[in-house]
């Protein structure tokens, strides 16, 4: 029972994966132009993500131990 239900878990994520392009369906179709824009942007322009929907990552790391600076933000509840 153990190994069908193993099977059967393997099989399908090995069904998730999406191995084609993504276009739209034959009966819709892209959105239109976007005013001022030279051109109409195609299904891979669609998904690109804007810099600020996905900023970089900011990976510097404390090299040595720092006194904080006093916060005057910082206040007890009252």
Not at 19 to 48: F, H, I, M, N, V
Not at 55 to 69: C, G, N
């Amino acid at each position: 029972m153990r190994t069908l239900v193993a099977f059967a878990a393997v099989l399908l994520l090995s069904a998730c994966g999406q191995k084609a392009d993504l276009e739209p369906l034959a009966s819709q179709d892209l959105p239109p132009t976007p005013y001022g824009a030279p051109a109409r942007p195609d299904a891979e322009d669609l998904l690109k993500l804007d810099p600020l929907a996905a900023p970089d990552r900011s990976v510097e790391l404390r090299k040595r131990s720092e006194e904080r600076q006093d916060d005057p933000f910082d206040l007890p509840p009252e």
